[in-house]
Every structure is written in structure tokens, then in C-alpha cells.
């Protein structure tokens, strides 16, 4: 997909929806279907052609982005998952004028927002909700945003987010649970990050791309999001260079214009129907994906037996023999990213063998395992490691999604146990993964959703 100049539109003054069947996919009610279920008769080999969405940590660092333009910005391969809803939602409750322009299509004109100011009601239901520190920050000068609630993974503090604000000139307090954060003026400043992290260099460049004079950002991610916003906040007039590299060189510029851009696909989801592929010794092609972003995930399947062929934005797992065991340990890119360990720790439980994962990343990601132990999975865990030994084959059972990546993880393992596995609490799942009840019934499965209906907004829901 190619990304196109600047286009003239007219905005509607509120979120216009064009047909019933976008208003379904873009439901802007979070929480009407928390209590759904997904039923998984497992088994079935995956076979066929399934096509990745757009980038979920891409579409939920560009969407807050899109303030710092001075004209409207259109968005194309927006995921339909509730992160992008609520970040839409989020910026229309600002006062931002949002449309669907088609199916994955968004015209967002963030001008008319004139108030810094994120509340709670807002941002507890997203962790990415930090995102508006920063482009609210570079636009602003100041910005009130409430501290994301929750923690699925552990401690998530935000720590290096302040240090580098800091840097760049602003005060930061916190007060009443809202981080407030003031700078007179924003300066370029030299920032060095303890420890590798996305969330700080995407707020980092989102604060300094219009600040005065030269940001450099050492120990940068390098996450394929980052490179991402960096393209996009480019393509609106900013001078960004090294983004994928680990020093990132941000030269303030005085505005940012509007523009038409697409997100990359989703390097976690193609990942997953990889790995579901593999987990159902199947035989999937699995479109729409920058291959490059996927060569650790490609990398593991083969050494334990699986075969993967790529194309120039395709690719094809297939398994037709056994599969042996492997250790994993999770990196910041390009190492084996943290957001694949539960889905590829789901695989191995079928591995012959015994496999070692260490999760590098999270101090807490491991709580899908007692769930994937009610369904026969031999694992213990021991800190960050996680020791499996291979079973013939996983039993269906009733179980409940701690965290999104843990959710793509059940499923996963319901595709490939004996039985019918009954998964609860979804809407994690809903929150990274665009139509995956329709995907998978593409590639062969035996899943349906049992609606339940009462399901109400719950106030404990965190995004990742
Ligand atoms: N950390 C700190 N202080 C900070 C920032 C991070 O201690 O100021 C720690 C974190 O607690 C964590 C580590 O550093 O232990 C790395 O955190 P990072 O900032 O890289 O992660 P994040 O921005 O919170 C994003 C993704 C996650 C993904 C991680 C790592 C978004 C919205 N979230 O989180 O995505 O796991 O990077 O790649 O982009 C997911 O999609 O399932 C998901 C959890």
C-alpha cells in the first residue's frame, strides 16, 4: 500500500459512519460483548489464505499523532479492534472531527481540539492512552493525561517517558492520578534510555518533533511501530532519521501538515496465524506481511521442523512432520519479540522434547499457564523461565484470557486440542485481533462465539 499526498476533504462535525456494516466493526460501545465466548471444536487442520490487518502498536501511536498536524490527516489499514476504537473515541471526546472514509479507512481533522486534557473515563481503558502525553506535549506544550490503568504484565512503569520529557524541557507531576506536564518551551536535548523501550521512544518522538533544535535518542527501539510513526510524522513534514536504528536524530520543525498514510500490517498477528498454522500441523499462506518483520518467528518455527516459505508479502507455514523442541528468549527487536512468547510457548507444549522460555521483557507474562495446564499442558514455571516438556496432544477445556497475547494463545491451543475448548473473557483478545472468529473459519476451523447477552462496559479493562 502506498502512501499518498495531502488531500483536500471536507470533515463532518462528529464521527460519521457510512453503513451499518462499519458502524458494527467499528462499534464504538467498548464492553457490549465482554461476556462473549469463544467455542473451539479442535483438531481441524488450518489450510487455506488468511490476510494480516493493519499494525495494532502502529494504529495506536499514529491515531494521537495525527494532533500534532495542522490540517486532517486520512488513515488507511486502520485495524477494527477495540485499541483503535477507543483511541478514535478518545480523540473525539476531544473534540477531533473523525470519519469513515471506507472499510479500514479514517479522515481524522484534530485542529478543532483546543484542551490538553485526557480524563480518566478516557485513558483507563487503554494503556497506549500514554501516547497523548507526548503528542499532546509537542503540540501543546502541556498536557493532562490520566496515568493508564491496570497491568496485565507485570510492573509497566513510565519512568523513562518522564526522563526524557524532563529532558526536553518540561515539569512533570503527578496529581490526582493525572500526569501533568508543562514546558514553556520544549528544547532538543540528548536522551539515553536505560534500557530499551517502545513506549518511551515513540512518546519521545511525539514530544520532539516540534521542539526547538536536535533531539537525539540513544538506545532507541527499534520495534518495525517505531519506524512506522517515524514514516508517518515524516510524511507530515518532520525530519526524523535513524528510526530502526538504536539512535533516532529528531530535528524540530515549526508545523506538521496534514496527510495520507497507511500502517504497516501487524507483525504480532501474522505471527500468531503462523504459529496457529503450525500448532494445527497445517498449511496456511498468510498474506499482507512485511516477511523482514517476521524472520525471528520464521526463524524458530523452522529449527523446530516446521517449513516457511516466503514471498514478497506472503508468507507459507506448513507442517508435515513432527516437531522438536526449541528454547525461546524474548528481545526487543529483532530479537523474538515478548508479544509472540505465549502463542509460541502454546506451540511447543506439542513439541517433542523439552523447551526452555525465558521471558526477558515482562516480569509477569506468564499467566496463561494455568489455563494451558487445565488443558493437559506440562509446564512449570520458575521466574522469568518457563520449562516445557511436549505432550502427545492438548484436551479442550473451559478457560479464561488473562491478557490479549494470552488469548491469541488459548485459541491457538483450542485449534489444535482434542475436544471443544470453551474460552472466556475475549475482549482482551478483541482489543489486538481484527475479525479472528471470521479469519479462522477461513483456514478450516470450528469456532463460533456464544453471545451472552448483559455483557456492560467494565471498568477493569486495560489494553496492552
Ligand atoms: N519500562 C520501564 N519504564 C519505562 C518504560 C518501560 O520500566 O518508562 C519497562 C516495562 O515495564 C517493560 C520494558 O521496560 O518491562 C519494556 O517496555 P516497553 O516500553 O518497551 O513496552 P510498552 O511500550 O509498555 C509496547 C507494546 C507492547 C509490547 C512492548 C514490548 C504498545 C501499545 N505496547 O509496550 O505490546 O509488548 O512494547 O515490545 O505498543 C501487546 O501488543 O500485546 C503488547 C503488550
Request: aromatic content about 14%; proline content about 7%.
Given at each position: 500500500m502506498k502512501n499518498k499526498g495531502q488531500q483536500n476533504t471536507t470533515v463532518t462535525p462528529r464521527i460519521v459512519y457510512q453503513n451499518k456494516e462499519i458502524l458494527r466493526r467499528y462499534a464504538?460501545?467498548?464492553?457490549?460483548?465482554?461476556l462473549d465466548k469463544f467455542i473451539i471444536k479442535g483438531g481441524r487442520r488450518l489450510e487455506g489464505e488468511v490476510s494480516v490487518s493493519g499494525a495494532k502498536n502502529a494504529a495506536v501511536a499514529i491515531i494521537p499523532a495525527?494532533?500534532?498536524?495542522d490540517g486532517p490527516c486520512i488513515l488507511e489499514n486502520?485495524?477494527?479492534i477495540s485499541d483503535v476504537s477507543i483511541s478514535l473515541r478518545i480523540l473525539y471526546e476531544m473534540g477531533a472531527q473523525v470519519k469513515t472514509l471506507g472499510y479500514n479507512t479514517f479522515l481524522i481533522d484534530?485542529?478543532?481540539?483546543?484542551?490538553?486534557i485526557v480524563p480518566y473515563e478516557m485513558a483507563k481503558?487503554?494503556?497506549?492512552?500514554?501516547?497523548f502525553l507526548g503528542t499532546l506535549l509537542g503540540k501543546f506544550n502541556r498536557a493532562r493525561v490520566s496515568m493508564p490503568g491496570g497491568c496485565y504484565l507485570g510492573d509497566r512503569p513510565i519512568d523513562q517517558h518522564i526522563k526524557a520529557f524532563s529532558a526536553l524541557g518540561a515539569q512533570c507531576n503527578l496529581d490526582h492520578g493525572m500526569i501533568d506536564i508543562n514546558a514553556g518551551s520544549l528544547i532538543g536535548a540528548q536522551i539515553y534510555f536505560d534500557f530499551v523501550t517502545v513506549g518511551a521512544t515513540i512518546n519521545t518522538m511525539l514530544a520532539a518533533v516540534k521542539a526547538k533544535g536536535l533531539t537525539v535518542i540513544e538506545n532507541a527501539a527499534k520495534e518495525p511501530h517505531v519506524v512506522d510513526l517515524a514514516n508517518f510524522l515524516n510524511s507530515m513534514g518532520a525530519d526524523i532519521m535513524?528510526?530502526?536504528?538504536d539512535v533516532i536524530k529528531i530535528k524540530g520543525v515549526r508545523s506538521l501538515k496534514g496527510t495520507n498514510y497507511a500502517i504497516i500490517p501487524d507483525q504480532i498477528e501474522a505471527g500468531t496465524y503462523m504459529v496457529a498454522a503450525a500448532a494445527t500441523r497445517g498449511n496456511v499462506l498468510i498474506k499482507n506481511v512485511i516477511p523482514k518483520h517476521l524472520e525471528s518467528i520464521t526463524a524458530k518455527l523452522e529449527k523446530i521442523g516446521a517449513t516457511v516459505e516466503e514471498f514478497d508479502d506472503s508468507v507459507r507455514v506448513s507442517v508435515d512432520g513432527p516437531l522438536v523442541r526449541t528454547n525461546i528468549k524474548t528481545m526487543p527487536?529483532?530479537?523474538?519479540p515478548t508479544d509472540m512468547q505465549p502463542q509460541f510457548s502454546t506451540l511447543l507444549c506439542t513439541a517433542a522434547g523439552t523447551s526452555i522460555v525465558t521471558?526477558?521483557?515482562?516480569?509477569?507474562?506468564?499467566?496463561y499457564v494455568e489455563q494451558l495446564r487445565r488443558m493437559g499442558a506440562n509446564i512449570s514455571i520458575d521466574g522469568k523461565v518457563a520449562v516445557i516438556e511436549g505432550v502427545s496432544y492438548l484436551m479442550g477445556a473451559p478457560v479464561t484470557v488473562p491478557d490479549l497475547r494470552a488469548g491469541a494463545a488459548l485459541v491457538i491451543a483450542g485449534l489444535a486440542a482434542r475436544g471443544i475448548t470453551e474460552i472466556e473473557d475475549i475482549y482482551h483478545i478483541e482489543r489486538g485481533y481484527e475479525d479472528i472468529e471470521r479469519k479462522l473459519q477461513g483456514l478450516g476451523a470450528d469456532i463460533s462465539r456464544k453471545s451472552v447477552p448483559g455483557g456492560t462496559s467494565s471498568s477493569h479493562k486495560v489494553a496492552l
Open positions: 464504538f460501545c467498548m464492553g457490549d460483548n465482554d495525527v494532533i500534532l498536524a486502520v485495524p477494527n484534530a485542529t478543532t481540539i483546543t484542551e490538553p481503558h487503554m494503556r497506549a492512552s500514554y501516547y535513524g528510526a530502526g536504528t527487536h529483532p530479537g523474538f521471558e526477558d521483557i515482562f516480569n509477569n507474562r506468564f499467566r
